[in-house]
């Protein structure tokens, strides 16, 4: 059987096994998840086992410190995989909320009613426990999945699938709920993509590369992240005191992640008094800066002059770029047309003016007088975050339980005919 | 300036206009809306002299009396449309609602807001109507369009989108919120369809060959509605007299739209009673049967065997195919295998079977003891319809105001940081 029959073969049994999890209450489901966190622990030896080969493999290829940290299996990482399992249990199932009812003058009663989406593809790069979160999710709310990981934590994939399937089916889990690409060549993201008779869903999660190979081949809806190129703007009215802690926040609480601040902008009026503060704080905590002449000139620290590849890049480390705009419309303007439409603050006293800034910057995610950090599943109260959504179609930013469901309409009839 | 910079311009104009539009309130897109009907009701000699053109056009071309007669334009067409845009000013604005609302532990109240798209590009074929249809619910909802209609409708369209554009203007519609692609040859689609830096869905309009292209060359989210097979489903505990009445109404009331009746099923143990009085009450009403042997025998009346091809095609004629079925399982496999995720329905006094086929039937609307011609905006009380999606992400089934719009999330702080 060749690559693509393979593949496709996974398709037709994902949609078979939706077909089944369709019919699982609430309360089987959870029982499924349950009884998968069990087995991921009984499974832990052969688990870490299987991830030893692909550190090995990893640290000969000469991957990064890094790379190699995130792919490494640890006892505790493994119960921490298994505890969020648990945790995904005991969240609330969206699958079969009434979303809408109301009864037409001809007496037909119209329900719209939360469902699974079906099957859904995820196609993901080094982490081995997203294997575990992805199917997870996806499995609370009753939709099969086809994962396919990157080629370094291969061996962990498997070992972990393998007991995800394994121990759900003790449980009453479909068969093929939970299938994983067992090869990783770039010819499998082609079938997969193009596979829109079997799977409603693909979700890339890793570089731009793997996105813009996803977004260019896919036939049915992608829901991706692009970059989180987050602003702060200092509005003329803000509590200075209140900017600086929140830029000081945004900028180096964790630098590394997508909802971490990248461009600082701040209006005119307030330059001379907002930068030389700000300026020492962000050295303080060991921020490079590339800044405008404005900013430069006020921030009071050693600075670069920032070129026009600042402004639309994700740093993801300790560095700023600093702009000093004439008004709430330049503040928004730039946003709009360099941002990412992520998470962008706004810190201001002025009503008038935040209210502007809310509803004229295109972002998932836009923020009064805070930290962009909360820019986050967990930490809107979702329980659980399969990722944000840069996107504006079904998701948009953090995306939970609730974005991986769609909607039928029930119409309940007493022999109406038009 | 070549064809693919021309429609890359117009993407850079609808974006510029989209973050116009965002700021207009309900009132003022209302007033919009009415200075455009008033401006089409006065362009109404220009529009049909326009569409005089494209008639004389079609006729030299030899397209079908149908086709002519949909590309026709009269006062009372030109009316009508006008009459449907002052209908859309009616309607509610779905934009600015607040879907939800929480604050969390440490103060933060977040807001979960719907709001415009941003810019819709809308491919369509025939009907000069849809023009204004599109554009005006798009617009209605705080979003720029793109049209790109079909070359036979060409003179008509931009008699209709220039009047829209120029009525519309008065009243303060931002420039380029409804712009037309002048030219009708297929690589304006193409550059469209890839044009994700500016366009945020496309919906494209007609036939099968249009949205296969469509779905393969965009980048973008794609709205699109394929076949609908619809299924009615006879189970053993049906009122046959209902039955009947529903299966008579589906089919032959208006066989050429889309939720129109096309493949009966009907339980085995209720098949001698009912085949005779449903193929009598078929007949009068003048439809050609496909059946199976079982059907074919009890029916009563002339027939065809039904061959594979029967079960997934869309006649939109007065043709039946009907399958008989040993149990409630056989015909939602059936309807789930062959059918279109469409519309379907179940006659039976049995809840229990309802219920099952309402949950397990993987399709848009579901229906018990109701005629599928009711899966329709307007009959579900949506006021107007942009079409009927067949897809599960973002809007599934009758699509009008709210699946035109996306959401954001709006964090109110007071200097959280985390």
Known sequence: MDLKEQIHQMGRQALAASRQLVKLSTQQKNQVLLAM????????????????????????????????????????????????????ASLNDPVGEIIKEWTRPNGLRIQKKRVPIGVIGII???????????????????NATILRGGKEAIHSNRAIAAALQRGGEKAGLPLHSIQLIPFTDRESVRHLAEMDQYLDLIIPRG????????????????????????HTYVDKDADLNMAEVIVVNAKTQKPSVCNALETLLVHRDVAKEFYPRV?????????????????????????????????????????????????????????NHYGSHHSDAIVTRDEAAAERFLNEVDSATVFWNS?????????FGFGAEIGISTDKLHARGPMALEELTSYKYLLFGTGQVK
């Open 37 to 88: 966190a069990d087995e991921l622990t009984a499974s832990e030896p052969t688990i870490l086992e299987a991830n030893r080969h692909d550190v090995a493999a990893a640290k000969e290829n000469g991957l990064t410190n890094a790379m190699v940290d995130r792919l490494t299996l640890t006892s505790a990482r493994v119960t921490a995989i298994a505890d969020g399992i648990r945790q995904v």
């Open 124 to 142: 993901y790069e080094s982490r081995p426990n997203v294997t575990s979160d992805a199917a997870v999710l996806c499995l609370k709310t009753g």
């Open 207 to 230: 570089g731009a590369g793997l996105i813009e190979t996803v977004v260019s081949l896919a036939r049915m809806p992608v829901i991706k992240h692009y970059d989180g190129i987050c």
């Open 279 to 335: 300026g020492a704080a962000l050295a303080e905590k060991g921020v490079e800066i590339r800044a405008d002449e404005t900013a430069r000139t006020l921030l009071g620290v050693e600075s670069q002059p920032a070129a026009e590849a600042d402004w639309t890049t994700e740093y993801l480390d300790l560095i700023l770029s600093v702009k000093t705009v004439d008004s709430l419309d330049a503040a928004i303007d730039h946003i």
């Open 371 to 379: 930290s962009t950090r909360f820019s986050d599943g967990e930490e």
